[in-house]
């Protein structure tokens, strides 16, 4: 809209007017995803024999011809938005359907909760699950993981501030109650969008603790004592 200008208000741009407009856009996700926004203007106006005289806008007066196209006077006005991808997955153990002793088929639940915590949209999540006894030893879940909600619009992309749940369950074997606990970690990988990977690995306490002792309190396995 225009702003100022028109120093006589005849609404003809007379010589020497500069007249100024004002617009805004409010960033959207799309603009996010794609690291920044281009925008120009083309002013049409008529001289007194009615032919049109055309300009297209220019980001710095010509200095520099940023667009390549050979003409210094009509480049974009670009502006660059940070981009922070970031993933948040944390793991929780549910054996309150294990007995006193452990049993054969006794279940252990398990809840992941993959978060994006950054400010692009990343595609659908791709977990791989570690199962451990507490010897180190691999063991096969039962069931899952599987998604259970998160995915509030159903477009398959894990949006920005979403939450979605995984469930998985492990039916107590033999193995595992001679080792007398199980060790269970997640690792989630999901793309932003230039295709870039964005990985992170399950907790057990939201960082709270570094109960592995690698010197990182955010990647700990889940444990489940038996």
């Known amino acids: 809209s225009l702003d100022d200008g028109d120093t006589d208000d005849d609404g003809f741009l007379d010589v020497g007017e500069v007249w100024t407009y004002l ?9 996010i995803d794609a690291g920044g926004l281009s925008n120009s203007v083309t002013a049409s106006a008529q001289d007194p024999g009615g032919d049109n005289v055309v300009g297209t806008s220019d980001d710095d007066d010509g200095a520099t011809d940023s667009s390549g196209d050979g003409n210094p006077d009509n480049d974009p006005t670009l502006v660059t938005v940070d981009q922070s991808p970031g993933l948040d997955v944390q793991k929780r153990a549910d054996a309150s359907g294990v007995g006193t002793p452990a049993v054969l088929g006794d279940p252990v639940t398990f809840t992941i909760t993959v978060t994006n915590t950054g400010n692009q949209t990343l595609s659908t999540p791709v977990l791989t699950d570690v199962l451990l006894d507490a010897d180190g030893q691999p063991l096969a879940l ?15 992309t894990l949006d920005v501030g979403e939450v979605w749940t995984y469930v998985a369950r492990f039916d107590l074997d033999q193995q595992a109650i001679d080792a007398a606990g199980i060790s269970n970690t997640a690792s989630i990988t999901a793309q932003d969008p230039d295709g870039t990977d964005i990985t992170d690995v399950s907790d057990d306490d ?5 109960a592995d002792g690698d010197g990182t309190a955010d990647n700990d396995p889940t444990l489940v004592d038996l």
Do not use: K
């Open 142 to 156: 039962s069931a899952g993981p599987t998604l259970d909600s998160g995915d509030t619009d159903n477009d398959g």
């Open 206 to 210: 939201g960082g709270a603790t570094d």
């Open 23 to 31: 617009a805004r856009f409010d960033l959207d996700q799309q603009a």
